[in-house]
């Protein structure tokens, strides 16, 4: 059984930071990638940034230049410094995890960020 565990989510007023971060454990041998979705209410799950074993990262467009993704693939623990906050980043931050031989993809159960005066 493979669990993702994220924490770091809550309420910070626009211009605020917060740190999420998400530990994977269980029967996963090895990690590709892994990396921070978000869900808004009546939205689609979207991409926010993703790191690889490689140390490549991709950011969504919306988040370049305020989020920050670190991690150690090896370790299976991803960071993401979220900064400079604004209402519209209000989601659900799933941490993601693709397996390298498998290419199966694992998912936490989510953690919410709320942007709000």
């Known amino acids: 059984q493979v669990q993702l565990v994220e924490s770091g989510g809550g309420l910070v007023q626009p211009g605020g930071s917060l740190r999420l971060s998400c530990v994977a454990s269980?029967?996963?041998?090895?990690?590709?990638?892994m990396g921070w979705y978000r869900q808004a209410p009546g939205k689609q799950r979207e991409l926010v940034a993703v790191?690889?074993?490689?140390?490549?990262?991709t950011y969504a467009d919306s988040v370049k230049g305020r989020f920050t993704i670190s991690g150690n693939i090896v370790k299976k623990t991803v960071d993401l410094q979220a900064n400079s906050l604004k209402p519209e980043d209000t989601a659900v931050y799933f941490c993601?995890?693709?397996?390298?031989?498998?290419?199966?993809?694992?998912w936490g159960k989510g953690t919410l960020v709320t942007v709000s005066s």
């Open positions: 790191i690889t074993s490689g140390s490549r990262v």
């Open positions: 269980g029967s996963i041998f090895s990690i590709n990638t």
């Open positions: 993601n995890a693709i397996e390298t031989l498998s290419r199966v993809n694992y």
